[in-house]
């Protein structure tokens, strides 16, 4: 098995070494594995691990450390897989769901675009009816003053009629007396109007009504109606002998309204649409910020279990130093030059290495954790795949000018972009908001047509023939006493703004302290990491040294188990700072906004087809 992926598990052999002097019910026992091959042929596992009775006991000085791909290393069912940095930026492309919820919201706000422009789309309507009312009445409720004097007629009618009558009865008796003859009786009696009577007559009216209408609304907030009609009306009563010739009637008119004060003007009118689409560009450049953000994550999370797969290694070949000192140190005291305490001594420190190990595997299964929530689409319970890193450069260091650096930064970060995007949408609601605040004076009117004929055709006919024209104009306003509501609305509109100003503000002021910091971390990472390769160094000479003075019998067993401790601590902090060193390289990336251009990645244009064309509007 090849050196560099050395990463142990604890005791391979350390059971056996640790059996001599370790007491009946040790604190810990680790499972035995059978030594894999040193590199199995291509398409075949390794071997699998095996019950503690059923390995062979390992020797001493040929002890081997499982990998990564050993099975069941990091869990029962586990599998592993090496994957590219190139490959993690490909799917977190893809499947990272915290950019796939911003991408929607790319979708929702283009929505929201089309529904402000519906507002101007026309308005077809139309309707059909038929109705039929029948209106009982009284003959003496008089309900017009013609009524009154048709009454009074009547009755001076019947009273000549009357005093006629009577006349004519006693010029006929004044004829008889001088023919003497007897008078006559007349039995007729008088008329009488009997308005006093409750007669009742029951009018029975029929309509067939048509209408279609076309509205619309201009971004200066004039409406305009055009509309044409049609009604069929027939008007009889109870008992009503006539032939019965229906009215019909065709009619078309144009309305408009066009407001002068209130809600007059584009600000008024394509303030949904201008606020709509600031919506929409923010959330744009929100999205773009979040697969930057997400780009940057896995760049940095690559170098961490590049790291965590070094470190495990780093761990192995502390666990190997530890498993020879231990050996050595047997030989020795059974030479007679060590007592059992030095055996001991190295029997700790190899416990030691074995919790750092422990303490290593679980660093790297949390850095497994973060980039699977970068890469992955959801979470499959079948399987329990493991990534493993593969060796990758160092990021170049790239200059460190602050001034530049920051005007980069202005100009590119895409948050801070959207902040001032946000800003620009309450300038709009502000707009609106002083326009609310006048009263409402609209200037109305009409024109139309209307016909009357005996047939739909021919009522249609007079009425382009003009037969009876009409129209109107005049104004009409309202005004709200107390004001209230569009003072506060603007009252809110101004503290909206205030506090989009301040977001701005805000964001202007953790672009320059995201810079700084970036600049300063990667220069303190630099001169760590020199500090650190320095200490490395150091430590494996004194090691090295260690070792030939221990063998004369110059320095005690404990004074190079801390050689060799100070050793592999140095080797991680010199790992450590590598990593961090290009993390802060990645995150000066985020923070000037050139995540995409130093990936080579380019974003196109996340909206929908159906958009809306992207017009200029009057400002």
């Given at each position: 098995?090849?050196?560099r992926w050395l990463?142990?598990i604890?005791?391979?052999?350390a059971p056996a070494l640790?059996a001599q002097d370790?007491p009946?019910k040790?604190?810990f026992?680790?499972p035995?594995?059978v030594p894999?091959?040193?590199?199995?042929?291509p398409?075949?596992?390794?071997?699998?691990?095996?019950?503690?009775?059923?390995?062979p006991a390992p020797?001493q000085?040929?002890?081997?450390i499982?990998?990564p791909?050993t099975?069941?290393?990091?869990?029962?069912?586990?599998?592993?897989?090496t994957?590219?940095?190139g490959?993690?930026i490909?799917?977190?492309?893809?499947?990272n769901l915290?950019?796939?919820?911003?991408?929607?919201?790319?979708s929702?706000?283009?929505?929201?675009?089309m529904?402000a422009?519906?507002?101007?789309?026309?308005?077809?309507?139309?309707?059909?009816s038929?109705?039929?009312?029948?209106?009982?009445?009284s003959?003496?409720n008089?309900?017009?003053?013609?009524?009154?004097a048709?009454?009074?007629?009547?009755e001076?009618?019947?009273?000549?009629?009357?005093?006629?009558?009577a006349?004519?009865?006693?010029?006929?008796?004044?004829?008889?007396q001088?023919?003497?003859?007897?008078?006559?009786?007349?039995?007729?009696?008088?008329?009488?109007?009997?308005?006093d009577s409750?007669?009742?007559?029951?009018?029975?009216s029929?309509?067939?009504?048509?209408?279609?209408?076309i509205?619309?609304r201009?971004?200066?907030g004039?409406i305009?109606?055009a509309?044409?009609?049609?009604?069929?009306?027939?008007?009889t009563f109870?008992?009503?002998?006539?032939?019965?010739?229906p009215?019909y009637?065709a009619?078309?008119?144009?309305?408009?309204?066009?407001p002068l004060?209130?809600?007059?003007?584009f600000?008024?009118?394509?303030?949904?649409?201008r606020i709509?689409?600031?919506n929409?560009?923010?959330q744009?450049?929100?999205?773009?910020?979040?697969?930057?953000a997400?780009?940057?994550?896995v760049?940095?999370?690559?170098?961490?279990?590049?790291?965590?797969?070094?470190d495990l290694?780093?761990?192995?070949?502390?666990?190997?130093?530890?498993l020879?000192l231990?050996?050595?140190?047997?030989?020795?005291?059974?030479?007679g030059?060590?007592?059992p305490?030095?055996?001991?001594q190295?029997?700790?420190?190899?416990s030691?290495?074995r919790?750092?190990?422990?303490?290593?595997?679980?660093?790297?299964?949390?850095f497994q954790?973060?980039m699977?929530?970068?890469?992955?689409?959801?979470f499959?319970p079948a399987?329990?795949?493991?990534?493993?890193?593969?060796?990758?450069?160092?990021?170049k260091?790239?200059?460190?000018n602050r001034d530049?650096?920051?005007?980069?930064?202005?100009?590119?970060?895409?948050?801070?972009?959207?902040?001032i995007?946000?800003?620009?949408?309450e300038?709009?609601?502000l707009?609106?908001?002083?326009?609310q605040?006048?009263p409402?004076l609209?200037?109305v009117?009409?024109?139309?047509?209307?016909?009357?004929?005996?047939?739909?055709?021919?009522?249609?006919?007079?009425?382009?023939?003009?037969?009876?024209?009409?129209?109107?104009?005049g104004v009409?306003?309202?005004?709200?006493?107390?004001?209230?509501?569009?003072?506060?609305q603007?009252?809110?509109?101004k503290?909206?703004?205030?506090q989009a100003i301040?977001?701005?503000k805000?964001?202007?002021?953790e672009?320059?302290?995201?810079?700084?910091?970036a600049?300063?971390?990667?220069?303190?990472?630099q001169l760590?990491l020199e500090t650190?390769?320095?200490?490395?160094?150091a430590?494996?000479e004194a090691v090295r040294?260690?070792?030939?003075?221990?063998e004369e019998g110059?320095?005690?067993?404990?004074?190079l188990i801390?050689?060799q401790r100070?050793?592999?601590?140095?080797?991680?902090?010199?790992?450590?700072?590598i990593?961090e060193?290009?993390?802060?390289?990645t995150q000066?990336?985020l923070?000037?906004?050139t995540?995409?251009e130093?990936?080579?990645i380019?974003?196109g244009?996340?909206r929908?087809?159906?958009?809306?064309p992207?017009?200029k509007e009057?400002?």
């Amino acid at each position: 098995m090849s050196a560099r992926w050395l990463i142990p598990i604890i005791a391979i052999t350390a059971p056996a070494l640790l059996a001599q002097d370790a007491p009946a019910k040790p604190e810990f026992v680790t499972p035995k594995v059978v030594p894999a091959p040193a590199d199995p042929p291509p398409g075949q596992k390794a071997p699998p691990l095996v019950k503690e009775d059923e390995a062979p006991a390992p020797k001493q000085e040929t002890g081997q450390i499982p990998t990564p791909k050993t099975k069941n290393f990091f869990g029962s069912g586990s599998t592993t897989r090496t994957i590219k940095l190139g490959e993690a930026i490909q799917a977190a492309l893809k499947n990272n769901l915290d950019a796939r919820i911003d991408e929607a919201g790319i979708s929702l706000e283009q929505a929201r675009v089309m529904n402000a422009y519906g507002g101007f789309d026309p308005v077809f309507s139309f309707s059909a009816s038929r109705g039929s009312t029948q209106t009982p009445d009284s003959r003496n409720n008089i309900t017009s003053a013609d009524a009154v004097a048709q009454l009074q007629a009547i009755e001076a009618q019947i009273a000549a009629i009357n005093s006629n009558t009577a006349a004519n009865q006693a010029f006929t008796n004044a004829i008889l007396q001088a023919l003497n003859r007897p008078p006559l009786e007349f039995t007729t009696p008088p008329l009488t109007s009997e308005f006093d009577s409750n007669q009742r007559t029951v009018f029975d009216s029929e309509s067939d009504r048509g209408e279609v209408a076309i509205q619309a609304r201009s971004p200066i907030g004039t409406i305009i109606r055009a509309s044409a009609r049609v009604q069929k009306l027939t008007t009889t009563f109870e008992g009503d002998t006539r032939p019965i010739i229906p009215n019909y009637v065709a009619s078309t008119s144009i309305e408009f309204r066009q407001p002068l004060l209130k809600d007059f003007g584009f600000a008024a009118n394509l303030a949904e649409v201008r606020i709509a689409r600031k919506n929409r560009e923010a959330q744009e450049l929100t999205w773009k910020f979040r697969i930057e953000a997400t780009l940057q994550s896995v760049v940095a999370g690559y170098f961490d279990m590049l790291f965590g797969m070094n470190d495990l290694k780093n761990k192995g070949d502390a666990i190997t130093a530890g498993l020879k000192l231990v050996a050595h140190s047997t030989r020795r005291k059974e030479l007679g030059f060590f007592s059992p305490y030095e055996v001991k001594q190295a029997q700790v420190q190899l416990s030691f290495d074995r919790e750092n190990l422990l303490v290593s595997k679980n660093n790297f299964y949390a850095f497994q954790i973060a980039m699977k929530r970068l890469v992955l689409p959801d979470f499959d319970p079948a399987t329990n795949m493991v990534f493993l890193p593969e060796n990758i450069p160092s990021l170049k260091v790239p200059k460190l000018n602050r001034d530049e650096l920051l005007a980069i930064a202005f100009e590119k970060r895409l948050d801070y972009k959207a902040a001032i995007i946000a800003a620009e949408s309450e300038d709009v609601r502000l707009k609106f908001a002083r326009n609310q605040l006048w009263p409402q004076l609209d200037v109305v009117g009409s024109f139309g047509w209307a016909g009357l004929d005996s047939s739909y055709p021919s009522a249609a006919g007079q009425m382009m023939e003009g037969q009876a024209p009409s129209w109107q104009l005049g104004v009409a306003g309202s005004f709200p006493l107390g004001g209230i509501q569009p003072r506060s609305q603007l009252d809110a509109a101004k503290a909206r703004k205030e506090q989009a100003i301040l977001r701005v503000k805000s964001a202007e002021l953790e672009v320059g302290l995201s810079v700084e910091r970036a600049i300063q971390f990667i220069r303190t990472n630099q001169l760590r990491l020199e500090t650190a390769q320095f200490t490395t160094s150091a430590a494996e000479e004194a090691v090295r040294v260690g070792f030939r003075r221990m063998e004369e019998g110059l320095i005690s067993n404990f004074d190079l188990i801390e050689q060799q401790r100070r050793l592999y601590e140095a080797r991680t902090r010199e790992l450590n700072a590598i990593a961090e060193l290009n993390k802060s390289i990645t995150q000066l990336w985020l923070s000037t906004g050139t995540v995409l251009e130093n990936l080579n990645i380019t974003i196109g244009d996340p909206r929908p087809v159906g958009r809306a064309p992207a017009k200029k509007e009057p400002r």
